[in-house]
C-alpha cells in the first residue's frame, strides 16, 4: 500500500515563506511522477509543480518564480518551497505520486496567506 504523508502547511502573512514536505512510503517504482496541486475554497484542483523521475520540471504561471519543486530519490520525498506568497496562494495543497496509470494522494495541508 502506497502512502503519502504531507507537512509544513501553516499560517504566514503575506509576502512570507513556507516549506511543504510529502514522505512517500510502500512499494515505489523508480520512474514516477511527484506532484503537488492545491485546491482554494469554491475551486477546482489545480497542478502547482510536478517533478518527473529524470524529467523537466513544470510549474504553474501563477507560481512560476516563487516556488520551487525538489525531490529526494533516496528519501522518496517531495518539497515545495514558496516564498514571496501571496493571499492567493491560500488552499489546501495535496501531494501526488504517479506510477503508471495509478495516482496516489495525500491527506493535504493547508496553506493559509493572511495578514
Known amino acids: 500500500q502506497v502512502q503519502l504523508v504531507e507537512s509544513g502547511g501553516g499560517l504566514v502573512q503575506p509576502g512570507g515563506s513556507l516549506r511543504l514536505s510529502c514522505a512517500a512510503s510502500g512499494r515505489l517504482f523508480k520512474i514516477n511522477i511527484l506532484s503537488w496541486y492545491r485546491q482554494a475554497p469554491g475551486k477546482q484542483r489545480e497542478l502547482v509543480a510536478a517533478?518527473?523521475?529524470?524529467?523537466?520540471?513544470n510549474y504553474a504561471d501563477s507560481v512560476k518564480g516563487r516556488f520551487t519543486i525538489s525531490r529526494d530519490n533516496a528519501k522518496n520525498t517531495v518539497s515545495l518551497q514558496m516564498v514571496s506568497l501571496k493571499p492567493e496562494d491560500t488552499a489546501v495543497y495535496y501531494c501526488?505520486?504517479?506510477?503508471?496509470?495509478?495516482?496516489?494522494w495525500g491527506q493535504g495541508t493547508q496553506v493559509t496567506v493572511s495578514s
Open positions: 501526488k505520486l504517479r506510477m503508471g496509470s495509478s495516482e496516489y
Open positions: 517533478a518527473p523521475s529524470g524529467g523537466t520540471i
